[in-house]
């Protein structure tokens, strides 16, 4: 049963027909999945408060109902070291169509990897693991289940993967903890189980894995087209 909150969060984006970034990483957080320290501003100066207190380097991208697919037309910045930078970075954002504010983003670090759902219209709620981040549509290193999945399903997935060597540490690298990711992959596949009726599919690319944290860097929900639910 989805809390109020999260519902809530859910029926206010009908009009745009998916979840803006910081409202998704908020409904990510409630269901209790871990994310990075964000703030969303909607001003300059909300921006460079949100950095003060998150700690440079911090990333910044664009946050409009306009724009779904923020990397393609450049509404992404990481590694921003300073306010001069950001405060450029976010001028440029406010030319963008539909320009609600940035989100900005505390740096995570880890191996990268995708996590996603969506409702196949035979099988119901299907959950994908892969290796993620920009090159996640060139490797193609992905596998997927029935939600929801338990441990051993979690085990497999990554047991599948040609990349599985990146998670137990590689080349002196520390391994990705798999109690970590195994919690975040139960939970969000009992997340998706839950907003079935409501959802047409979601993304979490990167999640950034260590040996002590899966963190969402960046999430996508798109809502069912027509849902009144």
Known sequence: MLSNEIAQILDRSRTAGWVLEPDAKHLLSLAGIKVPQFTW????????HAAAAIGYPVVAKVVSPEILHKS???GVAVGIK??????DTFNR???FKGFAGAIIDQTVYGVELIVGGKIDYQFGPV??????GTGVEIYQDTTLRMAPVTEDDVRSMVESLKGSKLLGGYRGSAPVSPEKLSQL?????ELLVEMED???SIDLNPVMCTAEACVVADARIVLKSGNTA
């Open 198 to 200: 409501r959802i047409e």
């Open 82 to 87: 300073d306010d001069t930078q950001l405060a």
């Open 127 to 132: 959950v994908l693991l892969g290796i993620g």
């Open 41 to 48: 501003a909607r001003t300059p100066d909300e921006a460079l």
């Open 72 to 74: 393609d037309v450049g």
């Open 93 to 95: 954002f406010s030319a």
């Open 185 to 189: 992959v139960k939970t969000f596949s």
